[in-house]
């Protein structure tokens, strides 16, 4: 061996040695990019879970059919949270550590997600969070859902102006609700030359509502607001079993309620960033391959469609604008994906939707609704790009 081919192969031994990107890059890149989703897969909870995992690897077949991202495929890693925090906190860590996700989606609890943040500030990697929230900001942390003041201010503008001024409030008594979802609806009420008469908590586990609603009745609000996070059809149920007068609303409404509570959300007015009924494109296209592919035999259906609750869709939402930042950033590096996150902006379901300057929360339309016989929502009103107020 002369001098010239000892050095040459002494090169590219030390090279592969080092990892030198002409060598080894296309190996990694062949390794696929992992996206971990941790959702209630078992309990009360488990058909929204299911309903996040169906619409993960919808956006995960969309975005491995348009090429994947930075030259690699994506790949679906799932956990059961078990409506646990402790198990949610030891998933999150496996789905990081073990298996190398770049990011996790999918929880349905706040307990859920702040434990995947713990796991998450030790990676440093994000966490989408596909449901509505207090607002809460946190350096790895994008929520999918509005933010409460995204979706109580103008919900409460337009129900002064069109349904009446007086207010009875019922809760489930969680701390995010007594910190900031009821003050949120009492100073908006307020700001609106409206008066909330009576707020009521209810622990989780309560099923039956009857004392309060008598006590509501007498006092004969024109709006009763809930947010009965544990068990919201029995709340629905008894409501109109007392025959309550007041016009109900809830940020906790869909068709999937609908259809649970058996005709007694009718006239319910909810508000969220998505209902079936959004006419556009987007929308229809992604409710066709949804039913076509991803929704199993057990999920109901309205009309043509399997029925999509809001999470799915948040999950799904989530997932592409987590891949877009990716491809504005060029890296899956949480700090690089989240400062890229503010120049977002690409249709969804729930039609055009950015993110916020500080990367945490969208901007997209508030939507006001009312649910009919027939299961479905008709939109009422509308307000866009709401700057979400952050709750650190």
Not at 141 to 160: C, D, H
Not at 246 to 258: G, K, W, Y
Not at 359 to 385: I, K, M
Request: charged share 20%.
């Amino acid at each position: 061996m002369n001098r010239r081919t000892f050095v040459h192969r002494l090169a590219l031994g030390a090279a592969g040695a080092i990892g030198m990107p002409g060598l080894t890059y296309p190996a990694r890149a062949a390794t696929p990019l992992r996206i971990g989703l941790l959702a209630p897969l078992s309990g009360p909870l488990t058909r929204v879970g299911e309903a996040n995992r169906s619409c993960a690897a919808l956006a995960l077949d969309e975005i491995n059919a348009a090429g994947g991202l930075l030259g690699r495929s994506l790949e679906l890693r799932v956990e059961d949270t078990q409506m646990s925090t402790a198990v949610a906190l030891d998933k999150a860590r496996q789905l990081f550590m073990r298996d190398e996700v770049a990011m996790i989606t999918g929880m349905v609890l706040p307990s859920e997600r702040e434990a995947a943040l713990q796991a998450a500030s030790a990676a440093q990697r994000l966490v989408v969070y596909p449901n509505f929230d207090e607002g809460r900001c946190h350096a790895q942390l994008l929520s999918t859902g509005l933010a409460v003041n995204q979706r109580i201010e103008p919900t409460i503008e337009w129900l002064m102006r069109e349904v009446g001024q007086t207010v009875c409030v019922v809760v489930s008594d969680i701390g995010s609700n007594r910190q900031v979802l009821v003050p949120e609806i009492q100073a908006s009420v307020g700001r609106h030359g409206g008066k909330v008469l009576d707020v009521s908590w209810f622990p989780f586990g309560t099923r039956d509502y009857g004392a309060v609603l008598q006590r509501i009745a007498s006092l004969g609000p024109q709006i009763v607001w809930h947010s009965i996070g544990d068990d919201p059809v029995t709340f629905v149920k008894q409501y109109r079993s007392f025959a309550m007068k007041p016009q109900l609303v809830s940020d906790i409404a869909h068709e999937s309620l609908c259809i649970a509570t058996e005709g007694a959300s009718t006239g319910t007015i909810g508000v969220s960033s998505y209902f079936m009924s959004i006419d556009n494109a987007a929308n229809r296209d992604f409710l066709q391959r949804y039913t076509a592919h991803y929704a199993n035999a057990h999920v109901p259906r309205l009309g043509p469609y399997a029925v999509v609750l809001p999470h799915g869709e948040n999950t799904y939402a989530g997932i592409r604008l987590f891949a877009q930042a990716v491809r504005l950033s060029g890296s899956v590096e949480s700090e690089r994906v989240k400062a890229a996150l503010p120049g977002v902006s690409i249709a969804l379901p729930r039609g055009t939707t950015g993110v916020s300057r500080d990367g945490a929360h969208v901007l997209c339309e508030t939507r006001v609704a009312r649910a009919r016989a027939d299961n479905r929502f008709e939109l009422l009103d509308s307000a866009g790009q709401i700057v979400p107020v952050c709750q650190s």
